[in-house]
T-cell receptor, first 112, second 116 residues
Framework: AQSVSQHNHHVILSEAASLELGCNYS??????LFWYVQYPGQHLQLLLK??????LVKGIKGFEAEFIKSKFSFNLRKPSVQWSDTAEYFCAGNNAGNMLTFGGGTRLMVKP | EAGVVQSPRYKIIEKKQPVAFWCNPI?????LYWYLQNLGQGPELLIRYENEEAVDDSQLPKDRFSAERLKGVDSTLKIQPAELGDSAVYLC??????????????FGEGSRLTVL
């Protein structure tokens, strides 16, 4: 079955630390990939998306993700996190015509 | 521009009671989704509508869950009767999708159900 997996369930960082959250997918062929964020008490919001083209995708709030086809990965990165980045992060993916599948989420806590 | 609106935000019911959730998608969006999110897990698709048609409902437990999207706009999700294991957040999302593709999903704030 097609799936998306996130390796880290909980991550704790200090402010200014670098962030990398792992995401792997199992789709074959053309794939669309997304990272969503859910801040405490708020709804899911799109951080960034990859459909095609440049495998390094830049999103909002300084986040970026790199699509590495050979590794079936789409890891999320940020060079320097802030306390306001405390949230839950979800990787999601699909290929054309199929439903969007979410990973289990990674809960990030940034200590001030 | 208004986002995806869901109601109620919170609902507490006793088991075996019915419950209904309502969703109003973003104007112009042709595709509507209902997702289930259990605590500590990612959203799982229950049903997807393209306009009025349910195009993917394979994950919807049809013995107790039902959904409708009359006129291709608002949607309701119903559970009857509710069970303890149905306690979760029910998320509605909408997008504008060209047939066969997927667009950016915009999510509502969710309806948190507690079944006692």
């Amino acid at each position: 079955a097609q799936s998306v997996s996130q390796h880290n369930h909980h991550v704790i960082l200090s402010e200014a630390a670098s962030l990398e959250l792992g995401c792997n997918y199992s789709y074959g062929g053309t794939v669309n990939l997304f990272w969503y964020v859910q801040y405490p008490g708020q709804h899911l919001q799109l951080l960034l998306k990859y459909f095609s083209g440049d495998p390094l995708v830049k999103g909002i709030k300084g986040f970026e993700a790199e699509f590495i086809k050979s590794k079936f990965s789409f890891n999320l990165r940020k060079p320097s996190v802030q306390w306001s980045d405390t949230a839950e992060y979800f990787c999601a993916g699909n290929n054309a015509g199929n439903m969007l599948t979410f990973g289990g989420g990674t809960r990030l806590m940034v200590k001030p | 521009e208004a986002g995806v609106v869901q109601s109620p935000r919170y609902k507490i019911i006793e088991k075996k009671q019915p419950v209904a959730f309502w969703c109003n998608p973003i104007s112009g969006h042709n595709t509507l989704y209902w997702y289930l999110q259990n605590l500590g897990q990612g959203p799982e698709l229950l049903i997807r509508y393209e306009n009025e048609e349910a195009v993917d409902d394979s994950q919807l437990p049809k013995d107790r869950f039902s959904a409708e999207r009359l006129k291709g706009v608002d949607s309701t999700l119903k559970i009857q009767p509710a069970e303890l294991g149905d306690s979760a957040v029910y998320l509605c999302a909408s997008s504008f999708v060209i047939t066969g593709g997927v667009g950016e999903l915009f999510f509502g704030e969710g309806s948190r159900l507690t079944v006692l």
